[in-house]
């Protein structure tokens, strides 16, 4: 027997673009592959043609490179089962509807959208689960033949066996059990003669040699179908492992602010990718401890057996937090190429650095830099209220006594402070916030020591006083 080496995948649907949760299900399925040294797939199902798009295909590959989710085969790196478009793998599926016909375990269905809709409400008003009632098995061949003939067309449907109890163990969930008569009769190609998604991403999963298979939860009534469906074509099914959604604080699925939490945004705001990924990481997994890591360690700390099924809270505030450890770690270089065109424009770059180091520990994205930026650099003084009333409170006399020391001392804070106090008597917060106040335009903010190097640099620290006197 052929020992399979551990391969996941990442199938998405390109409706849309990639979200949080989308993202997740990639990133675990990813961390499993390099924990057990296996093989991470992607491939595209976009068979629904009404909703699949060319550019969100262009779209996702762009935001899974950017996180550093490098796939290993797939769609534009290649392997021994491409395509990995379905789109072009009809002839594929062809193939294993036959091999169902053959086994007569699968029918043509006339019924239409219209009808089916009905016997779902009729059945439901019953309080019986809706499921396909059967009509079209039931259809005799001459009939079946006589519509075809008129030019309708089916869909083709599989024959679910009766009385049949499907198990198997999830990997997040444990065992999992359903009774086939629960199921009716489902459609695995549609009348246009696309795949239905179960068919062609079961038949896929298997063809492709996918060992473990990590999805969100809203696919665990489809695994059953996709067992009978294996078990029928005689093909092994893969480990199916069901993540739970991810909710907002308030316990609702985050799906409608999914928009806001598309990949491209959090990208566009400044997201650093590696404070996505610590974040996710975690959601859902635990690692037993809140240490930043890097993909390796990541990778290194995961396993299934970690893996949680209480839903996973998104909480902003923890993705901050996630952000402020990118920051915190990345290098000064990579953060001063992040902050971007217009702080460049006002940061002298034989300053960058050190406004860099005085700005990291209180900015979260580059809009927070620019803030700073703007209040060191710019020529016009931009003043918060409260700085002013720090201002005011002060008075005059504290200013010229502080352009004073500035004048007798220069940049040197240690001293420059020391002097002000000695000359005014004002001490702590009384010393520092009118100081802070005059030098930014704001009550709190990086180091004051640091700010008034680069003031100094710029020679903006007189002005700056000058203008409170
Ligand atoms: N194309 C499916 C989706 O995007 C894949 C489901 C699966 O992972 O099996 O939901």
């Known amino acids: 027997m052929k020992i399979l080496k551990l391969k996941t995948r990442f199938a998405p649907s390109p409706t849309g673009f990639l979200h949080l949760g989308n993202i997740r299900t990639a990133l675990f399925n990813a961390l499993l592959a390099k924990r057990n040294d296996g093989c991470f797939l992607l491939r595209i199902e976009d068979t629904d043609f009404d909703r ?17 989710l490098n796939w290993v085969e797939g769609i534009g790196v290649g392997g021994s089962h491409q395509p990995y478009l379905q789109s072009e793998r009809e002839s594929v599926y062809a193939r294993y509807y036959r091999v169902l016909e053959a086994m007569q375990l699968v029918y043509t269905c006339f ?54 109890i499907i198990e198997f163990k999830d990997l997040v969930r444990g065992l999992q059990r359903f009774c086939s008569d629960d199921i009716g009769d489902f459609v695995i190609r549609r009348a ?70 598309s990949v491209r945004k959090l990208r566009a705001v400044g997201y650093f990718s590696e404070a996505l990924l610590n974040y996710l990481a975690r959601l859902g997994h635990s690692y037993g401890s809140d240490l930043w890591m890097d993909w390796n360690e990541l990778a290194a700390g995961f ?12 909480d902003e505030i923890q993705l901050l937090h996630w952000q402020a450890e990118a920051i915190r770690h990345a290098s000064i270089e990579r953060l001063w190429c992040w902050m971007g065109p217009k702080v460049w424009e ?23 830099a620019l803030f700073w930026a703007e209040r060191l650099f710019s020529t016009k003084m931009i003043r918060s209220a409260e700085s002013q009333d720090a201002i005011n409170t002060a008075g005059h006399e504290f200013f010229g006594e502080a352009l004073a020391a500035y004048n007798q001392n220069g940049a040197n804070y240690q001293t420059l402070i020391c002097e002000l106090q000695r000359r005014t008597g004002a001490k702590g917060k009384n010393l520092f916030m009118p100081l802070r106040a005059a030098f930014t335009g704001e009550t709190h903010g990086p180091e004051l020591a640091r700010i008034l190097t680069i003031l100094h640099h710029t020679e903006t620290v007189r002005c700056r006083l000058l203008s409170c006197i």
């Open 52 to 68: 699949s798009r060319p550019e969100y295909i262009a779209a996702l590959l762009e935001d899974l490179r950017w996180l550093g």
């Open 111 to 164: 019924c239409t959208a219209e009808e089916l809709v009905l016997s779902r409400r009729a059945q439901l008003a019953a309080g019986r689960p809706p499921r396909y009632t059967g009509t079209c098995a039931r259809m005799s061949s001459a009939e079946r033949q006589e519509r075809l003939n008129s030019g309708l067309q089916p869909t083709l449907r599989f024959c679910v066996p009766i009385g049949q």
């Open 192 to 261: 246009d003669g696309t795949p239905q998604f179960l068919f062609a991403n079961a038949v896929d999963d298997n063809l492709m040699e996918v060992t473990h298979v990590l999805r969100g939860e809203d696919h665990l009534a489809n695994t059953p179908r996709q067992l009978l469906l294996l078990e029928a074509l005689g093909l092994s099914a893969p480990n199916y492992g069901h993540l739970p959604l991810i909710v907002g604080t308030n316990g609702e699925p985050l799906s409608k602010r999914l928009g806001d939490l």
């Open 303 to 314: 396993s299934q057996e970690r893996l949680g099924h209480a839903p996973a809270h998104y």
């Open 346 to 368: 006002l940061v002298p770059t034989k300053l960058a650095e050190e406004f860099v180091i005085t700005v990291r520990s209180n900015i979260r994205f580059p809009v927070d």
